[in-house]
């Protein structure tokens, strides 16, 4: 595996915003409908049980404090919009990633019988922005110039984000050979041509059984193979490339947007080659300030005679 | 960040750790891990970490798409509501999940009750709501037939408000 090119922070800022860039839109799309979903009269009556072993913390605070839950529930989704703001702005990063991974969580198992796979990825993206160093490039943190992590750091985050990507697909793809659907056809059909999706717009594919037929296979072949593309960097970019365009056509398709943006984010973290990042930052931005120490620590390195040649020719 | 290599070295024990978790969670098996006397512990960190997640969206099958259908009676004559519309896709979806719970025959009852609450909340003169399940009937693909796909009866709940069903008729036979 390729290790020297990931050893920037770039790709782990890219995938910091994008992440909250969907988790904005996903949270200003439920703030019209927040009591919809979390008020004293919601849709789902039973939503007000929360999750089976789920701590009641939510109910002990409300308590406590003498407010009413929904109240309490609608001043967390608050601040868990102000948390996102933060996050995006690269400042006080970790604080506000813990934060908002509390809120998001809570507010999941609060009404857990609505949450789809987006929320789960949510909750998987903010425990990484916890733990990873996400905000030591193109944020305040890094224009204000705070110390820089040891880049084996970076390298040990990339490899926990392939990791777990590499599981997602794979399990996914194995949970396919369960059934026939995936190999026949019929899965991609029955997806594409119910009415919440294309609906009838996508019947005319009855007549030609073996393109919903290929794509399923292709999409398996895809999600099983992920791993085996992560040895080098031109592969990731390739396999990049070929994830985005199925969640594109998950989005465009099934109208899973922020579910496919999520995962997009999630494989820029995992995938994206931070040196192209850095490049296309220099070329299209010339902002040389977003990673100033880095620069620093470089230039100084190459004073010294501390790099390798390869190292050189980035700190020029 | 600390650069002693003890530190890298234990954090890359406890990120090999968590994907060994995650894994165990995408096979199903996050259970394994719940038998100790720390099972809270991991719970709560399954939880903050969606380690107990599965992936298998859409597999290893593809189910019916279900709506609900609600009908109330105000004491003269029935209604139908029109289906819930948002402008939002996000609520839209996650209505879809919520109805999904059907198909899990534990949680009809449940679905049925909330979408009755919420019909009784939203129309205060309902006396009798009716909900009705139906699910999108869509034949194969390879023995398609257009007139075949359609919406059909899955189950019926019925409920009603004692309350406001005696206050109706104290108030009538005055």
Known sequence: ?316 | MTDKPTVFIAAAVLAAAHLLSVAFGAAGLSAVFRDNPYSKFVYLYQSLTAADSGFGFFAPAVSSEIRPVLSYYDGEKWHQLPAFKSNSNEVTLRLGTFNGQVANDKDTDLVAASWAAWCFESIPSSLVVIVEFQHFHLPPMRKFVQSQAFWQPLKRFSFTRPDRVNSYYEHSLE
């Open chain 1, 1 to 316: 595996m390729n290790t020297r090119l990931n050893d920037r922070p770039e790709a782990l800022a890219i995938f910091r915003i994008f992440l909250v860039l969907f988790l904005l839109i996903q949270y200003v799309q439920n703030l019209e409908y927040f009591d919809l979903f979390h008020g004293q009269f919601s849709i789902p009556a039973i939503n007000l049980a929360t999750a089976p072993d789920w701590p009641l913390w939510f109910d002990g605070l409300a308590c406590w404090a003498g407010v009413e839950k929904t109240v309490l529930m609608r001043d967390a989704n608050t601040i868990y919009g102000i948390c996102l703001i933060f996050l995006l702005l690269g400042c006080g990063t970790r604080l506000a990633a813990i934060v908002a991974l509390v809120i998001q969580v809570t507010l999941k198992h609060e009404s857990y019988t609505l949450a789809y796979g987006a929320y789960d990825f949510a909750t998987i993206g903010l425990f990484y922005c916890c733990v990873l160093p996400v905000s030591d490039s193109i944020s305040l943190r890094a224009l204000r110039g705070s110390t820089l992590t040891p880049s084996k750091y970076y390298f040990l985050s990339y490899c926990v984000l392939r990791g777990h990507m590499s599981v997602v697909y794979v399990s996914a793809a194995l949970a396919k050979f369960g059934g026939a659907q995936w190999f026949n056809g019929e899965a991609l059909w029955r997806a594409l041509a119910r009415p919440s999706a294309l609906g009838e717009h996508v019947y005319w594919l009855h007549e030609y059984p073996w393109l919903p037929m290929a794509l399923g296979w292709f999409v398996v072949a895809l999600q099983l193979s992920y791993p085996l593309f992560l040895v080098s960097s031109t592969y990731r970019m390739r396999l990049l490339v070929l994830i985005e365009m199925l969640h594109l056509g998950i989005a465009v398709s099934l109208g899973l947007w922020v579910f496919s943006g999520l995962m997009l984010a999630l494989n820029f973290g995992a995938l994206l080659d931070s040196t192209y990042v850095r490049r296309w930052i220099d070329r299209f931005l010339s902002i040389e300030l977003l990673t100033p120490r880095l620069n620093n620590q470089l230039v100084r390195a190459r004073k010294l005679g501390k790099l390798a040649p390869h190292q050189n020719n980035k700190a020029n």
